[in-house]
């Protein structure tokens, strides 16, 4: 294979390799927005189930004060009772009574002393929450907007790149374009591969001596291996 062929399919391979990475990087834009939705809609998730425990906190604060409210009610009412006593048997029972009921009402404000605490603490952990989705969002737009602008670029440099290869196509020897176009459609880069000491660098098995010599002649040579299309590399 002269020079010239080997310097084209040279070009080529390194078209298509330069052709498929920017795909490659085309593609993955996508990927790392949608990695950074998945941290927004965590933070959401975790902010929704924060507020959640919040309102529940707070509810059940609500209730215990209601309990209290009803318990102090109840109280006043034993004590108004204490004035119409019929013996000291029930004026004993009346006391008793208020007694444990003004330990319950002792040990219920410190619950509700413990939930106001429970609600203080929640109510930081929304904001803290709100606060991580607002970040975050943040970073996927400014990702958005990156993936946006490379997108751009490497659309630009891949139809560059793609005029390139079609003004290379051009000089391939007749011999060897009928099996380049038609594996260039399904293998892309993965279509060529170059020899270097008779090993195909493709899969890195050794190639005949006669396809050697068929290289040699320019004719349309692929390797028995991986099926690529071979060339000569430089350091053949």
Do not use: W
């Amino acid at each position: 294979m002269s020079t010239a062929t080997t310097d084209i399919m040279a070009s080529l391979h390194q078209i298509l390799r330069s052709i498929t990475s920017r795909e490659e990087k085309l593609e993955r834009g996508p990927i790392r927005v949608a990695a950074h939705q998945t941290n927004v809609n965590k933070a959401a998730s975790t902010l929704e189930s924060t507020r959640d425990q919040l309102k529940a906190a707070r509810m059940a604060v609500d209730a215990k004060q209601l309990q209290l409210r009803t318990s102090e009610t109840k109280i006043l009412d034993l004590q108004t009772k204490l004035n119409t006593c019929a013996n000291n048997r029930e004026y004993q029972a009346l006391l008793e009574q208020i007694a444990a009921d003004q330990m319950a009402e002792s040990v219920l404000e410190d619950e509700i002393l413990e939930s106001m605490e429970t609600v203080d603490t929640l109510v930081e952990n929304v904001n803290e929450a709100t606060q991580v989705v607002d970040e975050t969002k943040k970073e996927m737009q400014e990702e958005s907007k990156r993936v946006e602008s490379e997108g751009r670029a490497l659309r630009a440099e891949i139809a560059q790149l793609s005029s390139d290869l079609a003004d290379t196509e051009k000089h391939l020897p007749e011999t060897i374009k009928p099996d380049y176009a038609r594996m260039v459609k399904t293998r892309k880069e993965d279509c060529l591969a170059s020899v270097n000491d008779g090993i195909c660098e493709g899969c890195f098995q050794q190639i005949t001596p006669n396809m050697i010599a068929q290289l040699a002649l320019k004719e349309s040579v692929i390797c028995t291996s991986c099926g690529r299309l071979l060339y000569p590399s430089d350091a053949s």
